[in-house]
């Protein structure tokens, strides 16, 4: 019996993050879709297959917490993994106690991003 792969939205305005984040993603055995913008995120399918995000907090548009706010409107319940070059404590813990799992400082190492993705349930 073979398990689904979970899938993982990386949605960030950053081309590079865009291009590298899901390299490293699929070498940990997900599948993974990239968008430049919460509303492109929003307007896709993966609003209802991803089983998490990976999140950054300032985008042009609609903001990564903006994002978490409108998916709890929804009824969508997905598991958040932020992402920020702000290297801000405060920001981080709002963050968490507002529902994210993980809020990683950019940049962050791929030891860091894969103990974010056990706590938020998405690696075994």
Request: charged residues 30%; aromatic residues 4%; negative net charge.
């Amino acid at each position: 019996m073979t398990t689904r792969k979970k899938q993982v939205s990386v949605v960030d305005d950053d081309e590079s993050v865009r291009e590298a984040l899901p390299d490293l993603l699929r070498s940990f055995g997900l599948s993974v879709e990239a968008f430049a913008s919460a509303e492109a995120f929003l307007n896709s399918k993966s609003l209802e297959t991803s089983d998490g995000m990976i999140l950054d907090v300032a985008m042009p548009g609609m903001t990564g917490p903006e994002l978490q706010q409108e998916l709890g409107r929804r009824g969508r319940r997905i598991s958040i993994i932020f992402i920020t070059a702000i290297k801000d404590e405060d920001v981080r813990s709002k963050l968490i106690r507002e529902g994210a799992c993980d809020c990683l400082f950019k940049p962050f190492s791929a030891d860091d991003l894969q103990d974010a993705l056990r706590l938020a349930s998405l690696l075994d």
